[in-house]
């Protein structure tokens, strides 16, 4: 065995660990990035969950799926004619999975680029020693003075009901299923549930959902939460709310084989669900599997998330957690603004994350993007606020492009006019929303937006005069 010396090693190549692994490089240090994450055909495929099971092919089937309805319905509006409309899964899947592999590849050339060490395999602590830790990988020791773990995280699974990936499906299996099924069963209508869904309900799917609280998106604010449930409910994705599930079974042989969920619905009722797949969405789990975390005394939560700080500092001396292993929400671009921060951290700068204006995108049609805090949240904390909302059905680029259902909602503190919040679903939302953050990050106050030039006919109006609606003047409503 032979041992490599490293000024920072970091284990996980997904967007917490190779941003970090970049940013280190960046700072002048020796950097190694170890990551497991296997190609179909054995070889690497760096970018994690994200890349491989997550953000990326999701979005790549949401487009595919999106063009198809669009096809579909919205194209006889605009007069254009099509016949004989079909989808082959087979190619939609190709070319998700060709998206996944340019985005690998893309990260194996900024490793290069970088001049990053690169293994490919399972990262575990051998022990602490006194030029910091020893860490395994396939046959090697590697030796860093720094480690930065980011192990990202597992789909949880129902108790008694393990992912077989072809009935019972996670994130993973909910990313490649072969043929539209007819039937479609979703348990917990959260992001992954309401993405999935919405990809195999556009493709013919009967979806239903399953939720276990009585509320939708009880994270999101209210009003807008309400706005795109109606929308779902009118696009045919069947919700239903506080229902407990009970005994899933894979039943039926052959091509007639499919899963059974049992279920209470919210009035009490005995129900059964028929489906031919069953995507469980339940949230995730942090990931330490395989890191011998006993070996040093790596200390875990309850919920077997690696314990940090603020600033990603575990209890250990040098070593960094950050990404969906730690606290806070399991958000790629969280885990990017960590994985920089931890790098500048070691180099002695002040690595800064604002908690505050992490934006979240769901990615459904229409799109639900938000900043800040949520009505609900102010009126428990007792803060006194100011909200306007403009509507997607005043604004003509909205009509243009035939798009025109929700809202931008601005939350402004009463006294002072900063911003609190902003809520949007709607058309491009996940575009719309950087605006807010910045202006969030700066401090700005609702009259800020509300004063700047936007471009005409944009969506980004909707925001300036959601933004004017906070003092009751909207122009165009
Ligand atoms: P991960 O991306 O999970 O990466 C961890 C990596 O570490 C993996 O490659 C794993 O194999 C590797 N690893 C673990 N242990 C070891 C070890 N001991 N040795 C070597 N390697 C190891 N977030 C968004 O912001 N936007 C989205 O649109 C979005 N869509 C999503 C869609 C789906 C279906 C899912 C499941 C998630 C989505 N997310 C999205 C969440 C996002 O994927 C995660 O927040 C993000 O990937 C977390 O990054 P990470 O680096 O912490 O961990
Ligand atoms: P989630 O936390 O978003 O939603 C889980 C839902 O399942 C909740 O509504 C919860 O109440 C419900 N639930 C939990 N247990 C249940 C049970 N036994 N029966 C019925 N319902 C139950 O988790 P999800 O969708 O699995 O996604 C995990 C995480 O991945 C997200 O929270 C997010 O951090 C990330 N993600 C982000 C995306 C994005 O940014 N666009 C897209 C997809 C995932």
Redesign the pocket.
């Given at each position: 065995m032979s041992t490599k010396n490293f000024d920072v090693i970091v284990i996980g190549g997904g967007p917490g660990g190779y941003i970090a692994a970049i940013r280190a490089a960046q700072l002048g240090f020796n950097v190694a990035c170890i990551d497991e994450w296997k190609n179909g055909k054995g070889g690497p495929a760096p970018g994690g969950t994200c890349t491989n099971v997550?953000?990326i092919p999701?979005k790549a089937l949401l487009q595919s799926s999106e063009h198809y309805e669009h096809a579909g319905h919205a194209f006889a509006d605009h007069g254009i004619g099509l016949k004989d409309l079909s989808i082959d899964v087979k190619k939609m899947l190709a070319r998700k999975d060709g998206v996944v592999k340019q985005n690998n590849d893309g990260i194996l050339y900024l490793f290069k680029k970088n001049k990053i060490a690169f293994f490919h395999g399972r990262g575990s602590f051998v022990k602490a020693t006194e030029g910091g830790y020893e860490i395994a990988v396939n046959d090697e020791v590697l030796l860093g003075k720094q480690v930065v773990l980011a192990t990202g995280s597992n789909?949880?699974a129902?108790p008694g009901t393990p992912f077989d990936e072809e009935f019972v499906l996670s994130n993973d299996g909910a990313l490649r299923i072969g043929e539209v099924p007819a039937k479609l069963g979703v348990?917990?209508?959260?992001?992954?549930?309401l993405?999935m869904g919405s990809v195999w309900r556009r493709l013919g799917a009967e979806v239903t959902v399953?939720?276990?609280?009585p509320t939708f998106l009880?994270a999101v604010d209210e009003q807008i939460a309400k706005e795109a449930h109606k929308a779902f409910t009118k696009q045919g994705l069947k919700i239903e709310l506080g229902?407990k599930?009970g005994e899933i079974a894979v039943t039926g042989k052959g091509a007639k084989k499919g899963v059974s969920v049992a279920y209470t619905n919210a009035k009490g009722e005995a129900q059964t669900l028929a489906v031919d797949k069953l995507i469980v969405?339940?949230?995730?789990v942090p990931n330490t599997i395989g890191l011998n975390a006993e070996a040093v005394g790596l200390k875990l939560d309850e919920r077997g998330a690696i314990v940090v700080d603020d600033e990603c500092r575990t209890n250990l001396p040098g070593v960094w957690a950050v990404g969906d292993v730690v606290r806070g929400?399991?958000?790629a671009h969280k885990a990017e603004e960590e994985g920089v921060a931890v790098a500048e951290r070691i180099a002695g700068q002040h690595g800064h994350v604002n908690f505050n204006t992490i934006p979240?995108?769901?990615?459904t049609s229409p799109e639900i993007a938000w900043v800040g805090q949520t009505e609900q949240q102010l009126k428990a904390a007792g803060r006194a606020y100011k909200a306007g909302t403009f509507p997607f059905l005043a604004n003509g680029r909205a009509r243009a492009l035939g798009d025109t259902t929700g809202m931008v909602k601005f939350l402004a503190d009463a006294a002072t006019d900063e911003i609190l919040g902003v809520h949007i679903v709607g058309p491009m939302a996940s575009e719309l929303i950087s605006e807010a953050v910045v202006a969030m990050e700066f401090k700005a106050s609702a009259e800020d937006i509300a004063r700047i030039c936007h471009a005409h006919p944009s969506l980004s109006e909707a925001t300036k005069e959601a933004a004017l609606a906070v003092d009751k003047r909207t122009l165009n409503f």
């Open positions: 997550g953000c999701s789909a949880r129902l348990i917990g209508s959260g992001v992954i549930g993405e399953l939720e276990g609280l009880g229902v599930v969405s339940i949230g995730r929400p399991m958000l979240w995108v769901i990615y």
